[in-house]
């Protein structure tokens, strides 16, 4: 049986959020790297960005960031999906998940991430700020984009085979500065999806009566 390549689903759905919400239309998802990656805790997913301010490579410290290129095109952040995001999320957990590290990045989408919209700075204030949207998103959400994050067995998602550092080290480092689809390879992950259905009893059978059978007397 042909693996489906799961990358597929959740970059359309990345193109439907900066499409139809109007809070992500600074979105460019062509420049959104989207790999399976390790477990990290209870995370299901996070997001990281790939350059310094307005979308520089150095910053003010002399710091400098590795070079994602995928086909001729400078990825400015990657959003790394995690185990539980395959094994142990429902269909609509998936999409809030990748919403979530939507939402984490810049409005002026610079390789950077929203400060203003971080755990840290919005504190209890955060889930309501986010729920909204979330709630609209999956309400308007196609059909056949709900079908594929409910998938159910194995697919294929780009992995790396050798992971940018944060920052680069001094200038007489070995270490690689530019990254490519040779640093990435197809891997096997197996999504076992979770419905949360409402269990309804079925209604218990009649009892038959037999049509010559005397009535029990009632009390007066």
């Not at 990290?40 to 710091?63: C, E, I, N, Q, W």
């Not at 400015?76 to 809030?96: D, H, I, Q, W």
């Not at 159910?152 to 790396?160: F, I, Y």
């Amino acid at each position: 049986m042909k693996r489906p390549d799961f990358n597929l689903a959740v970059n359309a759905l990345i193109r439907h959020v900066a499409l139809a919400m109007p809070e992500f239309v600074h979105l460019q998802p062509d420049r959104i790297l989207v790999v399976a990656g390790e477990a990290r805790r209870a995370s299901r997913g996070t997001v990281k960005p790939l350059s310094f301010a307005k979308g520089k490579r150095r910053d003010a410290f002399g710091r400098k960031k590795a070079l994602v290129k995928l086909d001729g095109v400078r990825m400015l952040y990657c959003v790394t999906l995690r185990p539980l995001f395959f094994r142990a999320s429902t269909p609509r957990a998936r999409v809030a998940t990748v919403l979530h590290e939507l939402f984490h990045i810049s409005r002026k989408f610079d390789g950077t991430l929203d400060r203003a919209r971080t755990h840290s700075r919005l504190g209890p204030k955060f889930e309501a700020r986010f729920k909204p949207l979330e709630r609209r998103l999956w309400k308007t959400l196609p059909a056949a984009l709900r079908q594929q994050f409910a998938y159910d067995g194995e697919v294929k998602m780009l992995q790396w085979l050798e992971r940018p550092t944060s920052v680069l080290p001094g200038e007489r480092s070995s270490t690689r500065r530019v990254y490519t689809r040779a640093h990435l390879f197809h891997g096997v992950m197996r999504m076992k999806t979770l419905f949360r259905a409402k269990i309804i009893a079925p209604p218990l059978p009649k009892r038959k009566v037999p049509s010559d059978a005397t009535p029990p007397d009632t009390k007066t």
